[in-house]
């Protein structure tokens, strides 16, 4: 495992920890929700999320190229991106599960990852 890779996993263990207030404390509302091209909703608070997260990751790592959900990239470009084994990509969701959380179920979180070098 990479120096430092434990202590990144747990700055990003706070920050996910200090966006569970926002998950329950924001009042959902549908009217607030774009629908995305693959037909299912993004809220603001998936955007803010997925912003931070992005931050925390490329803080740390600057070099890496990040895939959020929100961002919309065409599948070409997120194939271009994947293809490139030289680089550490990382894929980040700010709330995973809108459409729970819209129906006011809890079952929502935020997920990140990193791949490096796969094949």
Do not use: W
């Not at 890779?5 to 200090?18: N, Q």
């Not at 912003?51 to 990040?66: A, K, Q, T, W």
Request: without cysteine; glycine residues 8%.
């Amino acid at each position: 495992m990479e120096v430092g890779m434990m202590d990144f996993i747990e700055e990003v263990r706070r920050e996910f920890v200090s966006l569970i207030p926002l998950y329950l404390r924001t009042t959902h509302s549908n009217r607030d929700d774009k629908i995305k091209s693959d037909g299912t909703p993004v809220g603001n608070i998936d955007v803010y999320a997925g912003d931070r997260l992005r931050s925390l990751i490329l803080r740390r790592f600057p070099s890496d190229v990040i895939i959020a959900e929100e961002d919309e990239k065409s599948p070409e470009e997120v194939a271009r991106i994947l293809a490139d084994k030289t680089t550490r990509q990382g894929s980040a969701d700010g709330l995973d599960g809108t459409g729970n959380r819209g129906m006011r179920l809890l079952s929502y979180g935020a997920m990140l990852s990193l791949r490096h070098r796969a094949t």
